[in-house]
């Protein structure tokens, strides 16, 4: 009963102070569409940059040769350290936490044709895995390469779909011939489009995959570009490297505490940076808009401070009846919460507006779709409620402690 007199009260002071009020709502209302909207694009954009990233690869590590910069064992620095296959039996003999791993070969000496389209892509010869390593998903209709393929050598090809498009345009690329210099190639599948932000060869889209076999006898080659590596936890992605550097300084002769001898590079690491720059970068949005809320908050409290001067007298009639302090906090704890609340409905369906809208324009490429997530809510619902409670605290204790004499006077 107490709950539907405060609800009467709030409705009535609503009716007869429409401006007020009206002016009081929009502030909080504008507060929560700055808070809703600055979050949900910063959510969108971290989106949008972690799937460009994993265009590249999720949670993989990538092994290069480097360069020692340490003498060790009677040998100088500066020597190159070539990477080769067997390292690659090596690693996954010594290292059992590397659960995922291929080598990868890189050439661009031959032109890759097609009728009288040409065009000199970088061949990469590999293992079935790296396609699950690097996210190359084959298009409907096609596959990603096979063992069989590296058991038995086939002369299979695998595109990127830029380059598919390039030697094929709109035809079907699947079952279609190529020439990689003048050895005839199957195509088996062409990548689906993908986003990626990062490479160290070059971007997919534009390359060419066969069998790391095929490579090898196609090209002659006997030393190893980079592997390609998955370990089965992020957290143990250091004490793997340092096993790698280990296992590996053994065969090369080096220091195995020269870290130039080896090149690795921790996409899970990298990760890890963009995730904390992400918060730093979603924090300063919801204290921005913070700013704006609060300004709302203030006006909503300089409006209770006028409704306690307004019901002076009010209050000191419920008082003489037995009201106590508590209950007379209450009452204006509770109309400074519904004027909150409701300027935060309205500022959420302005704030769903504005993101709706924001959809008709084309730069979900570059920033991603805004999305109001569980985050984005939570955020906002905190700052209302201490907005509000702020916003009540004062003029609920100014009301509560009048004097009920002094107040019948008024």
Known sequence: MHFLNVVREFWSDLKTQKLRTTLTVSGIAWGTVAVVVLLAFGVGLEAQTMKRFHGLGERIVLLFGGRTTKA?????????????????????????????????????????????ASTSPNVTGVYPVYG????????????????????????????????????????????????????????????????????????????????????????????????????????????????????????????????????????????????????????????VGSFTMTVGGIGVANIMYIVVRERTREIGIKRSVGATKRAIMGQFFAETFFIVGLGAVLGTLLSIAVIKGSELVPMQEFVGRPTISFTVIATTLLLLAAIAFMAGLFPARKAANLDPVECLRY
């Open 132 to 287: 699950d390593l690097r996210n190359l998903i084959a298009a409907q209709g096609g596959r990603f390469l096979t063992q069989a393929d590296v058991d038995q050598r086939r002369r299979v090809a695998f595109l990127g779909n830029e380059l598919k498009q390039l030697l094929f345009k709109d035809q079907p690329a699947v079952g279609g011939q190529i020439l990689i210099g003048q050895t005839p190639f199957t195509v088996v599948g062409v990548m689906v489009e993908k986003q990626q932000n990062s490479s160290y060869n070059s971007r997919d889209k534009d390359r060419l995959f066969i069998p790391a076999s095929t490579h090898r006898a196609l090209y002659g080659t006997t030393t190893v570009n980079n592997f390609v590596y998955r370990t089965v936890d992020a957290r143990v992605t250091k004490e793997v490297e340092r096993k790698v550097y280990q296992a590996l300084s053994k065969r090369y002769k080096f220091d195995p505490s020269d870290k130039d001898a080896l090149e690795i590079w921790d996409t899970a690491e990298w990760e890890q940076k963009f995730g904390y720059m992400f918060l730093a970068f979603n924090l300063f949005f919801a204290i």
């Open 72 to 116: 060790f064992q009677g040998f100088g620095d500066g020597r190159f350290v070539k990477l080769h296959q067997d390292d690659l039996d090596l690693l996954v003999s010594q290292i059992p936490e590397i659960t995922e791993i291929s080598p990868e070969y890189s050439s661009r000496r031959m032109a890759v044709r097609r009728g009288t």
